[in-house]
C-alpha cells in the first residue's frame, strides 16, 4: 500500500511539473479585471502591460506590502500615472495564497466582476486558480503565468533547484486540495 501511495505521489508530481511548464495563456484573454499576486516585479509588470492593452478595465494587486504606495509601483513598472489614478487598486491584507483569494473575492464583488485574468508565476498558477475558484464560484478565471527563464521549466527535470521548487509547490497544492475538500465536506 505505501508503494502505491508513493507512485501515485510521483505520478501527481510529474502531472503537476508538466501542466506548470506547458500551461500558457489563452488566445483571447480579455476580462472584466486584472489581480495579480505579488510576489515579483515580473507578476506586476505583466499585469499593468494587461491593463495597459484594454485586456481589462480595473487590476487589483493583491498582497502588497504595507509601506508600499501605487506610486512606488507606477514608477517601479514605469506605467501611465493616470492609468494608476484611475484603474489600479493594491490590497494591503493578504499575506498567502488563500488571503489573496480573499481579497481577489471582495474587490470583484464590489466592481461587480464576473471574469478575472489572474496573473502569477506558473509554478504558483495551480494553487493560486484552486483558492481562487474556491472563493469566487461562477467567476471565469483566465490564467496568465508567468515564466522566469532561469527556472527553465520546459526541462524542470534537469535542475535540481526547480525540481525542489516545484514539489515545495505541489505539496502546497496538494494541502490546499486536502484542506478545500475537508471545508466543502463539512459545508454538506
Known sequence: MPALALTAGLVGFVWFAD????????????????????????????????????????????????ATTAHDIQRATEANPGLFACCVDLGHQAETT??????????????????????????????????LESSLPGVRLVPRPVKRPELELDTWYRRPGTVKLLLAEYVKYMLARVRLGLELVGRA
Open 19 to 66: 501542466h506548470v511548464a506547458t500551461g500558457y495563456p489563452p488566445a483571447d484573454d480579455h476580462a472584466d479585471g486584472i489581480v495579480v499576486l505579488t510576489g515579483g516585479r515580473d507578476r506586476v509588470q505583466l499585469a499593468v502591460e494587461l491593463l495597459e492593452q484594454g485586456r481589462a478595465r480595473r487590476l487589483l494587486i493583491s498582497g502588497v506590502h504595507p
Open 98 to 131: 488563500t488571503g489573496n483569494a480573499l481579497e481577489a473575492d471582495i474587490w470583484a464583488r464590489a466592481n461587480g466582476f464576473e471574469s478575472l485574468i489572474v496573473v502569477t508565476s506558473a509554478y504558483h498558477m495551480p494553487r493560486a486558480l484552486l483558492e
